[in-house]
């Protein structure tokens, strides 16, 4: 399955971003606590240079809890603020106001002490389509629907809605593409729903869907299906689930493509409960995998530099 990206979207996308950046004091990016990194915009960090982030995983209350504890101490071990909301319940959205104020806390403390009066911090989010940004954004703006007009001096006007007292949020959303050129990336945001069916194609997200249950969540799938592995015969599986769930033709045979739309559907739906599809522990041994290459190759370069110094001596002497 080859799945495209858009670069002519993600061009505008970035302008549009770049644009309100000097607007904020803080970026709020907002990612899928199901996949924290595969539903980043890989050139997130090039687009928003040293502006102060938060990380707000949001979708909790769909993904593996104990995996979204991980997934916040992973960034915070490298030294990023991250906080875990449900913004179509409305759950933790104090944790982000009180997370943006500590991660400003200095700035604001300079602004003081040169006698300037505190204000409100002014924030955007920015985001992958489908990630929660307009939901997150009513979600806010219901508390108060009050907006303090426009920004003066910039040509589009921009509006801000108030959080309380203490954050201002720009209404419009940076929306950000995803670069799935990495396939699994592709498979994970296809089965979490972040992009649309018709450029995936079902079967093969329903395999790469059983193949990743068996390794992640095998007691859920056994549970579901009666199946304990995937079979390499495949079609053994797809029959076994379509035996059980009834998944037949009007000839009365097994129907595959309704199986694999099955398959896809009670993975999204959370028949199968709240799934993660980003480990920690698997991020952690690609770093550590890319952290012992490097090393490799640095002690290659000195080593062939040293050998250079010497012949070099030698044909000096
Ligand atoms: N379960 C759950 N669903 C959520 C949550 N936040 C948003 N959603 C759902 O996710 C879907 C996408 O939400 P939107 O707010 O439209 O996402 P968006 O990022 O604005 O999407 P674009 O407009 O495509 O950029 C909707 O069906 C929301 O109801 C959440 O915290 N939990």
């Given at each position: 399955?080859?799945?495209?990206?858009?670069?002519?979207?993600?061009?505008?996308?970035?302008?549009?971003?770049?644009?309100?950046?000097?607007?904020?004091?803080?970026?709020?990016?907002?990612?899928?606590?199901?996949?924290?990194?595969?539903?980043?915009?890989?050139?997130?960090?090039?687009?928003?240079?040293?502006k102060p982030r938060l990380l707000v995983l949001n979708k909790q209350d769909m993904a593996d809890e104990h995996e979204t504890r991980r997934w916040i101490q992973y960034f915070a071990d490298r030294g990023f603020k991250a906080v875990a909301i449900n913004s179509l319940e409305g759950k933790g959205l104090q944790a982000v106001t009180k997370a943006a104020q500590e991660i400003l806390a200095d700035k604001w403390d300079r602004m003081r002490s040169k006698g300037m009066k505190p204000r409100a911090i002014r924030a955007m989010i920015v985001g992958i389509p489908n990630v929660g940004k307009s939901t997150l954004i009513n979600r806010l703006a219901k508390k108060n629907l009050a907006k303090t007009g426009n920004t003066p001096g910039i040509t589009k006007a921009q509006q801000w809605i108030k959080v309380g007292k203490e954050i201002e949020l720009l209404d419009t959303p940076g929306i950000l593409w995803p670069k799935f050129e990495d396939q699994e990336v592709g498979y994970?945001?296809?089965?979490?729903?972040?992009?649309?069916?018709?450029?995936?194609?079902?079967?093969?997200?329903?395999?790469?869907?059983?193949?990743?249950?068996?390794?992640?969540?095998?007691?859920?799938?056994e549970e579901r299906y009666k199946i304990s592995s995937v079979s390499e015969e495949l079609v053994e599986t797809f029959d076994a689930i379509g035996k059980l769930r009834r998944v037949f033709g009007q000839g009365g045979e097994i129907d595959y493509d309704q199986v694999a739309v099955l398959i896809v559907r009670d993975i999204r739906d959370q028949h199968l409960g709240k799934l993660t599809f980003d480990f920690v522990s698997e991020q952690v041994e690609k770093e550590q995998l890319a952290e012992a290459i490097e090393i490799e190759n640095e002690e290659r370069r000195q080593k062939t530099a040293a050998l250079r110094r010497q012949q070099k001596q030698e044909t000096e002497q």
């Open positions: 399955m080859t799945i495209q990206w858009f670069p002519g979207h993600m061009a505008k996308a970035r302008r549009q971003v770049s644009e309100s950046l000097k607007l904020v004091d803080i970026i709020f990016e907002l990612v899928d606590a199901r996949l924290p990194l595969s539903s980043r915009n890989p050139m997130i960090d090039e687009v928003i240079h040293q994970k945001l296809a089965l979490t729903g972040a992009i649309k069916d018709t450029i995936t194609n079902m079967e093969d997200l329903a395999v790469y869907g059983l193949n990743f249950l068996a390794l992640h969540y095998p007691n859920r799938m």
